[in-house]
């Protein structure tokens, strides 16, 4: 055998090595974040509203691309300002509330895994409030969600296939730079 068909296939010994390295240790995507829990929490009842909500999950989430909504029962949204993401909790603050009834707390947020998690959970306001809401379309809002997200459904992470690739780039300029000065 000759050096050139040695050094060839040795190549593609080490490339399909790599290859099988890539598919064999790219292993399942780690648990999304999940809803912990939220301050007020989900179905307390209370007698006057709060000043703001919370919301807990699983993992530390992103700053920015987190949406948060508070709709009363007259359709209304009472949420105000911007929304803050601190270690594992999204918060944004509240407008006075109106009418008693469930208030329904809508959430969107990136988890730092960069996956989307959405949900709601409410709680019901047993005396009315001096407020009044704003209609929806006009209610301010934080940044939308990640554009382009999956709704959590998970998948396997873009790195490996990043590292695979370069892997066989640097394989092919070293063999091209080796079988060259034969």
Same mark, same amino acid.
């Given at each position: 055998m000759s050096r050139a068909a040695r050094l060839a296939s040795r190549a593609v010994a080490v490339l399909v090595a790599a290859g099988? $390295?890539?598919f064999?240790?790219? &292993?399942?995507?780690?648990?999304? $974040?999940?809803?912990? =829990?939220?301050d007020p929490p989900?179905? $307390?009842?209370?007698?006057t509203g709060p000043s703001s909500v919370t919301i807990h999950f699983s993992d530390s989430m992103q700053a920015g691309f987190n949406?948060?909504?508070?709709i009363g029962p007259d359709h209304l949204a009472y949420q105000q300002g911007q929304v803050t993401a601190a270690n594992d909790s999204v918060t944004t603050g509240v407008m006075p509330l109106g009418p008693a009834g469930r208030y329904?707390? &809508?959430?969107?947020?990136v988890s730092d895994d960069g996956h989307p998690v959405q949900g709601s959970v409410s709680f019901t306001l047993t005396?009315? &409030?001096?407020?009044? =809401?704003?209609p929806?379309?006009?209610?301010?809002?934080?940044a939308d969600a990640a554009? &382009?997200?999956?709704?959590?459904?998970?998948g396997a992470p873009v790195w490996p296939w990043i590292v695979g690739a370069v892997v066989l780039v640097a394989g092919g300029v070293a063999l091209a730079l080796r079988l060259g000065r034969s």
């Open positions: 099988l $390295a890539l064999l240790g790219a &292993g399942p995507a780690s648990a999304h $974040a999940q809803l912990e =829990g939220s989900d179905g $307390a009842s209370l007698a949406t948060v909504t508070v329904e707390i &809508g959430y969107r947020v005396r009315p &409030g001096p407020g009044k =809401g704003v929806i379309a006009n209610a301010p809002q934080a554009p &382009g997200g999956d709704g959590g459904s998970g």
